[in-house]
Antibody
């Protein structure tokens, strides 16, 4: 069974940094592009960032570009999201998700999410 | 960013009846590779999202055939025939054709 387990969320002050991790199991991790999608409390889904299978290509939503960095360690089956200069509007539940083939077709497996709270 | 407009935003349905959710794009979603990247997700209460349909009408493994997707130009429809209690939740469309990829606002389906 494919499983994605996010960690690293927590409370951070505005302007602070946080690193999210997503541990993948039950799949050949290096075969799949991966994404981060977030959901602010009581709101809808917002795609944040994606990364190609080898990590060569990365993509970001405009509001996080220059502040967030997506990366992966295929030897450890782990996806990361380094977040800096955090803002109140970055507070959300962050999901790690697998893309099957292409992330353009959406994400077919999702984790349970990790919560990021930005507050002083 | 391309705005995906869903309607209705709230949809009370009767068990066993059919339900349809619309998702409208202001631009064509046909990508340069010839595919149309319009996808549908269901988020049940307290759960992570789950993809139901990808590329307009392709059903994910394990998704009941009660769920179907269709398109007419830039208007896309998710139809649930014979609604069951487990179908309750928020439905989101998502376009993966134009950068950045965007989701619709969500449609809440509830049982009358």
């Amino acid at each position: 069974e494919v499983q994605l387990l996010e960690s690293g969320g927590g409370l951070v002050q505005p302007g602070g940094s946080l690193r999210l991790s997503c541990a993948a199991s039950g799949l050949t991790f290096t075969n799949y592009p991966m994404s981060w999608v977030r959901q602010a409390p009581g709101k809808g889904l917002e795609w944040v960032s994606s990364i190609s299978e080898t990590g060569t290509y990365t993509y970001y939503e405009d509001s996080v570009k220059g502040r967030f960095t997506i990366s992966r360690d295929n030897s450890k089956n782990t996806l990361f999201l380094q977040m800096s200069s955090l803002r109140a509007e970055d507070a959300a539940l962050y999901y790690c998700a697998r893309c099957l083939g292409t992330c353009r077709a959406g994400m077919d497996v999702w984790g349970l999410g990790t919560t990021v709270t930005v507050s002083s | 960013d391309l705005v995906m407009t869903q309607s209705p935003l709230s949809l009370p349905v009767t068990l066993g009846q059919s339900a349809s959710i619309s998702c409208r794009s202001s631009q064509s979603l046909v990508y340069s590779d010839g595919n149309t990247y319009l996808n549908w997700f269901l988020q049940r209460p307290g759960q992570s999202p789950r993809r139901l349909i990808y590329e307009v009408s392709k059903r994910d493994s394990g998704v009941p055939d009660r769920f179907s997707g269709s398109a007419s130009g830039t208007d896309f429809t998710l139809t649930i025939s014979r609604v069951e209690a487990e179908d309750v939740g928020f439905y989101y469309c998502m376009q993966g054709t134009h950068w950045p990829w965007t989701f619709g606002q969500g449609t809440q389906v509830e049982i009358k």
